[in-house]
């Protein structure tokens, strides 16, 4: 269940300052191995192209889970997702940003 927010918790961010700070929370506790790769990660994906809070929300969340499991096995996190790291972060944020919806909707629009 959804909770209304104020005007002032959305002008400045409140709900997002706290989910934020759950991922670096999440991240610290996964060790100082899997903290950096962690932190190597969020830069590229700051830098990337994702647009929204919610695009954001849902890498990090994604990654954070892929971490967890990678420790949890006991294997490096190239081992679950392939050596080419940003190539799978790309197809990611492709998966969630705006250009992918623009084109699907250009394609709908087009074959009717």
Do not use: H
Request: aromatic letters at 12%.
């Amino acid at each position: 269940m959804t909770r209304q927010r104020n005007i002032v918790d959305r002008m400045i961010g409140l709900e997002e300052k706290r989910e934020f700070r759950e991922f670096e929370e999440r991240a610290k506790n996964l060790g100082p191995d899997y903290y950096k790769d962690y932190c190597e990660l969020k830069r590229y994906v700051w830098i990337s192209g994702a647009s929204k809070w919610s695009d954001f929300k849902f890498i990090f969340n994604q990654l954070l889970d892929l971490l967890e499991e990678a420790k949890g096995q006991k294997r490096k996190l190239t081992d679950l997702i392939g050596t080419d790291v940003a190539a799978f972060i790309d197809e990611m944020i492709d998966d969630k940003g705006w250009e992918k919806k623009q084109k699907v909707k250009l394609n709908r629009a087009v074959k009717k």
